[in-house]
């Protein structure tokens, strides 16, 4: 309840401005850090609130009800900038990092996609090559959240650090702002998601300290991996809290609307494309809660996380476009959240695995 009435009291009121302007607002992201929506997971010790899995997945989902923008803040820094350092990272590397990430007062950015790697990890070309005590780093990513705004405070990026027979040895690499060849470009004219930050970042001969190398040479492949299973569930979360939104918006709209002498709700075909959303909401909350449980329970969940991604990200769609049909002309025009929520859910089949992807690593599961 804390989480849902800061949402409909602090985000809601502005989402619709910060949208229309493309602004990505430092003072918001402060307030969700002195709410606890940051380092859910991390340890106390480090500034962290030592929940579980399942807690920090229902905090993206009640955001995600008002503000896909604002939830995917609160999933990036959590699900790819905390937990990667928390799982693989040095204690000095977790000691200095992970503190200010949990107050809100900086946010932190994962630098997988290139223009030619994406769903293809190993066609990573940013490279670093190791001189004396130094990693010097050149290339670019692209697409990147948390990675241009004035309080990003670094990136987690994979470069490729040698070959080993014949295939590119991956690394991660921490990357602070402010090290000299490191430049961010801020993203623009975005279809969804407008008032978080997506950047470009690009690496000029950049040198860091050979001890910014996160886990072990060669890694990184794993860690970036690893990283996606994780961060599915919370892409999944926005998907069933902006599915939430759009049904409740829907519902709330066709219980008002009169046309022939009573309110919409009250015929069937209205009234089918409202139930057809519950059931879907309903499978994909449990798809997504058992994704949680077995990850919480130290089972095998990768599965499962792709399962829920790829469910909740294809229902959002058709949850929105329902929702649209529902309000009718008036779903079409801002500043109405319905509008918001049918463009923002389209990221959802591309983000952390595309829906073809996914498709291919529940195959995989399958033997196929």
């Excluded at 004396?132 to 705004?149: A, F, L, Y």
Aim: hydrophobic content about 40%; charged content about 25%; glycine content about 10%.
């Amino acid at each position: 309840m804390e989480v849902r009435a800061f949402a409909q009291q602090e985000i809601k009121p502005v989402a619709s401005e910060l949208e229309d302007k493309e602004t990505f607002s430092a003072e918001l992201t402060r307030r969700m850090g002195e709410m606890g929506f940051f380092g859910i997971q991390a340890p106390r010790e480090l500034g962290g609130r030592n929940l579980d899995t399942l807690s920090y997945i229902i905090i993206v989902e009640e955001l995600a009800r008002v503000d896909s923008s604002q939830a995917a803040t609160v999933a990036a820094v959590n699900s790819l900038g905390i937990a990667p350092l928390l799982k693989y990272g040095s204690e000095e590397q977790k000691k200095r990092l992970i503190p200010p990430l949990c107050t809100g007062e900086k946010i932190w950015a994962f630098g997988l996609t290139e223009d030619n790697a994406g769903s293809d990890a190993m066609g990573s070309e940013t490279n670093a090559r190791l001189e004396g005590d130094h990693w010097v780093i050149n290339g670019s990513k692209t697409h990147i959240t948390n990675s241009s705004s004035e309080i990003s405070a670094g990136v987690t990026l994979q470069a490729v650090t040698g070959e080993k027979n014949g295939r590119k040895r991956l690394s991660a690499i921490i990357v602070e702002k402010g090290t000299p060849g490191f430049t961010t470009e801020r993203i623009l004219g975005k279809m969804m998601w407008r008032s978080s930050d997506t950047g470009k970042l690009f690496f000029k001969d950049c040198r860091v300290p050979a001890a910014n190398l996160l886990g072990e040479e060669g890694q990184g492949g794993r860690i970036m991996l690893n990283t996606l299973d994780s961060g599915r569930l919370s892409i999944a979360a926005i998907g069933l809290g902006l599915s939430r939104g759009a049904m409740e918006a829907s519902l709330e709209h066709a219980k008002q609307r009169q046309q022939f002498g009573q309110s919409i709700s009250k015929f069937q075909a209205v009234g089918f494309k409202l139930a057809d959303m519950d059931v879907k909401i309903e499978l994909a909350r449990n798809t997504l809660y058992n994704a949680c449980w077995r990850k919480d329970n130290n089972m095998q969940f990768a599965r499962e996380a792709a399962i829920s991604k790829l469910y909740t990200s294809e229902i959002a769609r058709e949850i929105a476009d329902e929702a649209v049909q529902i309000h009718g002309a008036k779903g079409l025009f801002k500043p109405h959240p319905v509008e918001r929520f049918y463009r923002d859910q389209r990221l959802l089949q591309i983000g952390e695995g595309t829906s073809e992807i996914l498709r291919m690593v529940i195959s995989r599961y399958l033997g196929v």
